[in-house]
Structure formats: structure tokens, C-alpha cells
């Protein structure tokens, strides 16, 4: 059969409604945090970051939630577009990671219906 | 805006070759990385370079080894390509003291 492991976590949205994507981290020295967008056959695409330091962060469409207490982070895009289906990454950096490395989440698919 | 290209879209080898990858940036970047994303498992990190000649193992880099005789240019080695090797690689580059990757499209390895 299967493995579960394969299969990345899979939101399906209507166009125009607005899409949470969630991200969960366990390192409590993290205190950088990206998130990305691979569309099919490209490489990843930085869409915005949040410092430690801060709770919410605002971009173009798109908001980033962080909630140290939990160690959860969240990507919110309004009025979500077609052109938004992709594979979003959350990635995070720690003080002690040494030469600025990132930790990538495993992904989630976004799948927007006209 | 930051380029980081890298040479070949798709490559197919046979087991026991050496497989070369190559990744050049332009933005003048002192920091470079090898990534392979496999399904399920999201993105490892291989090697990665914070200086030329300088190169760091990641947490997978059992059965590769890196390059970088030039600021620009990070370049990915299989000494001995194995099946298990089939992947999708992925090659970023970032300034100094930030921790903002910019990606390359990648390079769909297949070995057989």
C-alpha cells in the first residue's frame, strides 16, 4: 500500500476565500521564521518572515501569525487566486544553527478551485 | 533580483557514474547550499559554503561532496551515483548574516 508519508497535507479552497495555512516547530530557540512558496517545477519562493520579536507581520494579500506560547506559525492569504495553488513551506533559524541555516517543514499543498 | 541558476532542468545517469551539478549565483552571495527535496520528506540539507574553499556537511551528505573554487559558483558531486540518489536537488545562495534563501529551479536527478 501507500505510505502516509507521501501524501503532503492538502488544503482545497474556493477562489476568493481566504486560506490559513499552519506550521508547528519545536525548537524554542527558534527566533526566525520564513515562509515559502514552491509552485510545480520551480524552486522555492520566499514570500514573507517574521522575527521572533514580533506576533503578526503583514505583506501584499498575505499575513504571517506567530504564536511563541504554542510554538506555532501561520501564513493567512486573503482573497486567495488560482494562481496561489502551490506547495507552502514554513522554515525557521535559531541563534545556534551556526552558519545561518534554515529548517524546513515537510509542506503543504494549496489547491484553489475557480 | 537575485539569480541563482543551475545548469541542467532534468539529468539521467546510470549507477556508478559521477554526476556533476552545478550552481552559479550573481549576486555577489557568500553563503551556498545544496538541498534535496524527496516527497514526504521535504527539503535536507546536504552541504553548504559560507566562504570559497570552505564548505560544512549538512545533515545528509553521505555520498556527496562540494566545490566552491569561485564565489559565485557551488558545485554538487556524487562520486558514484546510486538509485537512492534519485531526486529533485535544489541549490540556494544568501548574504552574509541573513538567513533569506534564494532558490535555483532545480534539477530532477534520475538515476538508473
Known amino acids: 500500500g501507500e505510505s502516509v508519508g507521501l501524501h503532503l497535507p492538502t488544503l482545497s479552497v474556493q477562489e476568493g476565500d481566504n486560506s490559513i495555512i499552519n506550521c508547528a516547530y519545536s525548537n524554542s530557540a527558534s527566533d526566525y521564521f520564513i515562509w515559502y512558496k514552491q509552485e510545480s517545477g520551480k524552486g522555492p519562493q520566499f514570500i514573507i518572515d517574521?522575527?521572533?520579536?514580533?506576533d503578526k507581520r503583514q505583506g501584499q494579500r498575505v499575513t504571517v501569525l506567530l504564536n511563541k506560547t504554542v510554538k506555532h506559525l501561520s501564513l493567512q492569504i486573503a482573497a486567495t487566486q488560482p494562481g496561489d495553488s502551490a506547495v507552502y513551506f514554513c522554515?525557521?533559524?535559531?541563534?545556534?544553527?551556526?552558519?545561518?541555516?534554515?529548517?524546513f517543514g515537510k509542506g503543504t499543498m494549496l489547491l484553489v478551485s475557480p | 533580483d537575485v539569480k541563482v541558476t543551475q545548469s541542467s532542468r532534468y539529468l539521467v545517469k546510470r549507477t556508478g557514474e559521477k554526476v556533476f551539478l552545478e550552481c552559479v549565483q550573481d549576486?555577489?552571495?557568500?553563503?551556498m547550499f545544496w538541498y534535496r527535496q524527496d516527497p514526504g520528506l521535504g527539503l535536507r540539507l546536504i552541504y553548504f559554503s559560507y566562504d570559497v574553499k570552505m564548505k560544512e556537511k549538512g545533515d545528509i551528505p553521505e555520498g556527496y561532496s562540494v566545490s566552491r573554487e569561485k564565489k559565485e559558483r557551488f558545485s554538487l558531486i556524487l562520486e558514484s551515483a546510486s538509485t537512492n540518489q534519485t531526486s529533485m536537488y535544489l541549490c540556494a545562495s544568501s548574504d552574509r548574516g541573513n538567513e533569506k534563501l534564494f532558490f535555483g529551479s532545480g534539477t530532477q536527478l534520475s538515476v538508473l
Open positions: 522554515a525557521e533559524t535559531s541563534p545556534n544553527s551556526g552558519y545561518s541555516t534554515l529548517t
Open positions: 549576486m555577489d552571495h557568500e553563503n
Open positions: 517574521i522575527r521572533s520579536n514580533m
